[in-house]
Each structure stands twice: as structure tokens, then as C-alpha cells.
């Protein structure tokens, strides 16, 4: 193919994976709407209150994913260690005792700090960070990734801290996350995989104890294991989650119809929002958003696969596993098919931070394709 013809094809990517994050952030409103209208009322405020929240979110997002699209993505190669240092003092304000004002507690964790006029959840930025310090330190070592001393080992000093940062507020699936995206960077920067099994062995026991030290997860891995067992707390979510997927059948019961945000489904508008979209918009509905995640997922891995250079890659890499794990994860916990843990849906799900970072890493690989366009062009 000749590079004309190929720097068209760059191009339709690019533009193609702009609108897809558009779609999937538009349809949220609506699916937030229709899973917190009566939560809205039922605490005072007007049935649209989430949703025009989440508007003003995608409002901003996008103006941010077009304003980041159009700068040069090596300007994250020279700000990861300045980003990474901010998150880490963010997560050290949640774990202050004397600022409980600025990250007051909700429902036993202290995840977002109190800005007045809107909240910020760390532990998003922080998954933004690793990805970003990651990729630009994997591309500075190059081949010396593939040592444990001078490569992996690096990387386990400064991710292992932060991720404890995230697990003391405490978050342990954002924490997991953190870890998972940085080994996925590593990979494809070339790491052994024996060394990310013999981590794995030594992290096992660690995760174990984390697992069983707070009852809400050990009654969470229980109830995974025993699906439908007894109605008890630890797995009522997960069981009026399947009975809101299985009533929505083909067509879903109607936009705004759905029966489990009654107060049968907790965080319906966001935990469990696909569950939400499972019910009111039926197989149709669910279907839709898993291709078009697909759809994403293969153009971010695709950009990846042809970037301009390695930082390009790693990045893109990175930034689109940040995306395609946290959705596969909300999706398979909604399902049942992990244990429940509170990752949103991408894009979807009511959250203002999570919406904004899943924004900003699109203009990222947008531009990160952009820049690969011209090149096939010159």
C-alpha cells in the first residue's frame, strides 16, 4: 500500500476512535439517567441531577480529549516523574488524619478529595501516571528490561508504594489494577515472563492476606464461590445484578423501566451500571457497548502495534489496557464471572474522574496515531 493510502487509513482510525469514545461517553448520560433518577429524588435533588453532572463531565472530557489530541505525546514522556509525584502526595492527602474535611470518609474508605465545587478521585490519575512513568522509563532502559536487577526491580520500587498508597484508603482493585497495568506496559517493553511468575508466587500470599484480613472481601471471594448460596449482604449486589441482566432479555424492559434502581441494585449508576443497561436496554444494548469497546480496544492495539517509535507504542499499549481491563472487569463483575469489586464502566459509568481519564488517554492515543499518520505521510 502506498503511504497516501496509508496515511488515509491512519487517519480514519484516529477519527474513528474519537467517535467511538464520544458514543460510548453520550449513551452514559442516558444510561446514567435511567439508573439514577429515582436515587436522585429519593435524596432531594431533581431526577436529572447524575445525569447533568455526567454531562458537564463529557462536556469536559471532550474538550480535553480534542485539546490533548493536538499536543505531542513525547510532552508525557517529559512530565511522568512531575505527574507521577503529584499522584503520590494526592494519595497521601486521602491517608491524613488531620484533613478529613478535604477527604472526608464514605461508606468506610477515603478515596476523593473535596474540592468544593467538584471531587477527585486520586486513584484514577494514579492508573494514568503508571501507564505514562512506565512506558517512559521501559523506553529509556530499552533492552535492560528484560534484566530483573537493572529492569524489573526498578519498577517494583516505585509501583509497589503507590499501589500500597491505593489499598490503604482501602481500594484493593484499583490497587491490583495499578500493578497489572504497569506488568502489562513491561511486557510489551519485553520483560521475561519468569519474572513477572516468580513475582507472581511471591505476591500470591500477600494478596491472600489482603483478601482475607477485611471481612467485606473474604464475604465477597465466599460468595463468588458460592453463587446464590444465601441472600445475605455480602451477595446481594451480584444476585440483583443477574436478575437485572436477565430481564432485560433482547430489547430490555425501556429506557428508564428498570426495576433494580428501586434500591434492590446499590451504585446501579455506577458499580453496577452495566447491569443497568442489561436490564432497561436488553441483549441489544449490551451488545452494542461490548463492540463498541471492541472496536476501541482493536484501534488503540492497532495504533499501538504501528507507532512512530517505542514510547509510542509502550504508551499507547498501555493507555488502551487502562481502558479494555477496567471495562472487561466491570463487565465480568456485573456478570459474576469475578469477584465483585468497585471498578466503573469506561466512558459510562457516574464518576467525573474516571470519565475524565478515560477521555484524556483517548486524545493520548489519538495523538500517538496522529503523529504516525504524518510520518507515513512524509
Do not use: C
Not at 460510548?24 to 431526577?47: K, P, R
Not at 488503540?300 to 487502562?322: K, M
Amino acid at each position: 500500500m502506498s503511504g497516501p493510502a496509508r496515511g488515509d487509513s491512519a487517519i480514519w482510525e484516529t477519527r474513528l476512535m474519537g467517535v467511538v469514545a464520544a458514543t460510548l461517553a453520550v449513551f452514559g448520560i442516558a444510561a446514567v439517567y435511567g439508573a439514577s433518577s429515582i436515587v436522585a429524588v429519593q435524596s432531594g435533588q431533581s431526577g436529572w441531577a447524575f445525569a447533568l453532572r455526567q454531562l458537564i463531565g463529557v462536556a469536559l472530557g471532550l474538550f480535553v480529549l480534542i485539546v490533548v489530541s493536538r499536543v505531542d505525546y513525547h510532552f508525557w514522556q517529559r512530565l511522568a516523574w512531575p505527574l507521577l509525584g503529584l499522584t503520590a502526595a494526592l494519595l497521601l492527602v486521602l491517608l491524613l488524619p488531620g484533613l478529613r474535611n478535604l477527604a472526608p470518609e464514605v461508606n468506610g474508605s477515603r478515596r476523593w478529595i473535596n474540592l468544593g465545587v467538584f471531587t477527585v478521585q486520586p486513584s484514577e490519575l494514579a492508573k494514568f501516571a503508571v501507564v505514562v512513568w512506565t512506558a517512559m522509563l521501559a523506553t529509556k532502559k530499552d533492552d535492560a528490561v528484560r534484566e530483573f536487577r537493572r529492569g524489573v526491580l526498578p519498577f517494583l520500587v516505585i509501583l509497589a508504594p503507590l499501589a500500597g498508597l491505593v489499598l490503604m484508603e482501602p481500594d484493593m482493585s484499583t490497587a491490583v489494577e495499578i500493578v497489572l497495568l504497569g506488568g502489562i506496559v513491561l511486557f510489551v517493553a519485553g520483560a521475561k515472563i519468569g519474572h513477572f511468575l516468580l513475582l507472581g508466587l511471591v505476591a500470591i500470599p500477600v494478596a491472600g492476606h489482603e483478601a482475607t484480613a477485611v471481612q467485606y472481601r473474604l464475604a465477597r471471594i465466599l460468595t463468588f464461590m458460592s453463587p446464590g448460596a444465601d441472600l445475605s449482604e455480602s451477595n446481594w449486589q451480584i444476585t440483583q445484578s443477574m436478575i437485572g441482566i436477565g430481564a432485560g432479555r433482547v430489547f430490555g424492559v425501556g429506557f428508564g423501566q428498570g426495576l433494580q434502581k428501586l434500591g434492590y441494585l446499590p451504585y446501579a449508576y455506577s458499580d453496577f451500571l452495566f447491569s443497568t443497561i442489561g436490564e432497561e436496554w436488553g441483549f441489544v444494548g449490551v451488545g452494542l457497548v461490548i463492540l463498541l469497546f471492541a472496536v476501541y480496544i482493536g484501534l488503540g492495539l492497532r495504533i499501538a502495534r504501528t507507532a512512530a517509535d517505542r514510547f509510542g507504542t509502550l504508551l499507547a499499549a498501555g493507555l488502551t489496557s487502562l481502558i479494555g481491563v477496567t471495562a472487561i472487569l466491570h463487565m465480568a463483575v456485573t456478570m459474576a464471572l469475578v469477584p465483585t469489586t468497585g471498578l466503573t464502566l469506561p466512558f459510562l459509568s457516574y464518576g467525573r474522574s474516571s470519565l475524565l481519564i478515560s477521555l484524556l488517554a483517548t486524545g493520548v492515543i489519538i495523538n500517538i496515531g496522529t503523529n504516525r499518520t504524518r510520518g507515513q505521510i512524509r
